[in-house]
């Protein structure tokens, strides 16, 4: 190590600020350029992988020029000396592991954008792409204590013991933290999906998926922050799953009407469902007299639709019973309301 000199520090200080610039300017812009060559190529996840890869980028290249002013300015090399040099590599472990943080956050606050290309839909959920973060920062300290010589089996050893500790103290957290990590290994549901428990108590569409709790969105446009160990422990209907929709409707005839004309109501409705291009054709198609009561029948009309849009659902649904009434009219068939007949019922008891 020698002394500086003026020259030697107006040629350090050059270096810098020459650095400095072609970080903030020249790299940026050449990094921005990679990035749209890959969206032109339909390559969007590689585009937003150097995008958020940048910053770290550009402040690893400034912290190579810095160690290099510096040799420089004291005339020995720093990536020789074993502090400096542990602390050089430190730096580039972190600029390299918070790079790939600020991409899986990215993706965790925008899992529509998580594809490789404009054909496929997510490959990661929010809460996957959070662990795996979380696993990152936990490789990252790791990997630079292993460059200090850091004594891990002590501090992994009091970390564990702190561990079952902390356990029996917030059990009820841990246990919603274990319902994420089921929730993420069985895939009940994921972001966008509309679900619904058994007893109807929670209904919406699922907004986020974290650690402890998942965000709802209700009917009622109401966000709800439910836990986990709730959600893992009841019956889920996923709804946004379903490949076909089932319609089903009931139809009450007065007992007046004749066997016959009811038989052939329910042919007539039969045929005329099979006919409708938008009904399944695989599935079951029920159309029969399922209750008889003393001043009525209930004729049952079932059938499925090969979708999951709740429009189409209700389409369908009002064609058919367009279709009913007509058949109904033109066979003059009796029909009664079961309420009516049930109240008359009780006022004669």
């Known amino acids: 190590m020698v002394k500086p000199t003026l020259s030697d520090i107006i040629i350090f200080l050059t270096i810098i600020v020459l650095g400095w610039v072609l970080q903030h300017y020249l790299l940026k812009y050449i990094i921005k350029k990679i990035s749209r060559f890959f969206e032109r190529k339909a390559k969007l996840m590689t585009a937003r992988i150097i995008e958020h890869f940048s910053r770290e980028i550009r402040h690893a290249f400034f912290t190579i020029i810095?160690?290099?002013?510096?040799?420089?300015?004291?005339?020995?090399?720093?990536?020789?000396?074993?502090?400096?040099?542990?602390?050089?590599?430190?730096l580039m472990v972190f600029y390299f592991f918070k790079g790939m943080y600020d991409v899986l956050t990215y993706y965790a606050n925008h899992p529509e954008s998580f594809h490789l290309n404009e054909s496929k839909s997510t490959k990661l959920t929010p809460l996957k792409l959070r662990i795996i973060n979380a696993s990152l920062a936990v490789v990252a300290i790791v990997l630079i204590a292993s460059l200090w010589n850091f004594n891990l089996n002590g501090?992994?050893?009091?970390?564990?013991?702190?561990?079952?500790?902390?356990?029996?103290?917030?059990?009820?957290?841990?246990?919603?933290?274990?319902?994420?990590?089921?929730?993420?290994?069985?895939?009940?549901?994921?972001?966008?999906?509309?679900?619904?428990?058994?007893?109807?108590?929670?209904?919406?569409?699922?907004?986020?998926?974290?650690?402890?709790?998942?965000?709802?969105?209700?009917?009622?446009?109401?966000?709800?922050y439910v836990p986990n160990a709730y959600l893992m422990n009841r019956p889920i209907y996923n709804f946004s799953k379903r490949e076909k929709r089932k319609i089903e409707t009931f139809v009450f005839l007065s007992t007046d009407n004749t066997e016959q004309s009811i038989r052939n109501v329910c042919n007539e409705i039969n045929k005329q469902i099979i006919l409708h291009p938008q009904i399944s054709k695989e599935d079951l198609i029920l159309v029969y007299i399922d209750e008889y009561h003393t001043d009525y029948y209930r004729m049952l009309i079932s059938f499925y639709i090969p979708t999951n849009d709740i429009r189409e659902k209700y389409s369908v649904q009002q064609d058919i019973l367009f279709v009913i009434k007509q058949i109904?009219?033109?066979?003059?068939?009796?029909?009664?309301?079961?309420?009516?007949?049930?109240?008359?019922?009780?006022i004669e008891i």
Not at 79 to 88: A, E, G, L, Q, V
Not at 328 to 346: A, C, I, R
């Open 328 to 346: 109904m009219d033109e066979e003059n068939m009796k029909v009664v309301d079961p309420n009516k007949v049930k109240l008359k019922e009780l």
């Open 155 to 224: 501090f992994l050893t009091g970390i564990g013991l702190t561990s079952v500790a902390l356990a029996f103290g917030v059990r009820d957290t841990s246990s919603h933290i274990f319902g994420g990590l089921s929730m993420t290994f069985d895939k009940p549901f994921e972001v966008g999906d509309f679900i619904s428990t058994e007893d109807h108590k929670i209904e919406g569409v699922i907004q986020d998926i974290n650690l402890r709790s998942t965000l709802i969105s209700t009917s009622d446009k109401g966000i709800v």
């Open 66 to 90: 810095l160690f290099f002013a510096a040799g420089f300015l004291i005339e020995v090399s720093l990536f020789s000396k074993s502090p400096m040099s542990n602390f050089f590599n430190s």
